[in-house]
């Protein structure tokens, strides 16, 4: 079965600008959920997605949003970047109908964004 | 609300030696635990979890943790540390929402340092 994968890797922004970062779920997968990881510290929950529906979400402003496709694919968006939204951006996938974390949730390698 | 607290940012041990990574938790629910480890430049890999059931839960590359509601501990151990181990170590418990179960909180991370 294949994992999770996440694109771009690395990406580079000015201040202001949007970003879209991306994440295909593990095959069978139908929930997403999102963190941001900065240096040195543990992943922080961004939201969750599952059925193409937010159904959880985090202390992060609006200006973080996403979505998820009926082929159970997600992007994260953020808008007006700011200095420290610099961080590594994990996708991580799972199968129920609010994560069954009976089988955990299998992590994406990241996309490191650096706002500049 | 749940949370999670690693005690000790950097542990040292000697190869061969026994680790000890602790991790207490708060939870206002039956705590879902788990513990992730990753290694420099890559996403978060699961090592083992606790829902219901057996206490002393087993997981890969020879790690085992214990849950102890009485402490509102669940400590990672491993007999005999081989240089391979050397990662950060990160301890979670499953999210509760106003609509239930979304996500992951993560303590801060264990860096775990083997000495040859």
């Known amino acids: 079965e294949t994992g999770v994968t996440q694109s771009p890797t690395h990406l580079i922004k000015t201040r202001g600008q949007q970003v879209t970062l991306r994440c295909s779920s593990q095959s069978g997968h139908n929930t997403v959920s999102w963190y941001q990881q900065a240096l040195g510290q543990g992943p922080q929950f961004i939201f969750q997605y599952y059925r193409e529906e937010e159904n959880g979400r985090g202390n992060f402003p609006p200006r973080f949003s996403g979505l998820q496709f009926p082929n159970y694919s997600s992007e994260l968006n953020v808008n007006a970047l700011e200095l420290d939204d610099s961080a590594l951006y994990l996708c991580?996938?799972?199968?129920?109908?609010?994560?069954?974390?009976?089988?955990?949730?299998?992590f994406g390698s990241g996309t490191r964004l650096t706002v500049v | 609300a749940q949370s999670v607290t690693q005690l000790g940012s950097h542990v040292s041990v000697s190869e061969g030696a026994l680790v000890l990574l602790r991790c207490n938790y708060s939870s206002s629910v039956p705590p879902y635990l788990f513990w992730y480890v990753q290694y420099p430049n890559q996403g978060l890999q699961l090592l083992l979890k606790y829902t219901t059931g057996a206490t002393l839960v087993k997981g890969i590359n020879g790690f085992e943790a214990e849950f102890k509601k009485s402490e509102t501990s669940f400590h990672l151990t491993k007999p005999s540390a081989h240089m391979s181990d050397a990662a950060e170590y990160f301890c979670?418990?499953?999210?509760?929402?106003?609509?239930?179960?979304?996500?992951?909180?993560f303590g801060k991370g264990t860096h775990l340092i083997i000495q040859p």
């Open positions: 979670a418990v499953r999210r509760y929402s106003g609509g239930g179960a979304d996500g992951l909180t």
């Open positions: 991580a996938s799972s199968l129920g109908s609010r994560g069954v974390v009976e089988r955990g949730y299998t």
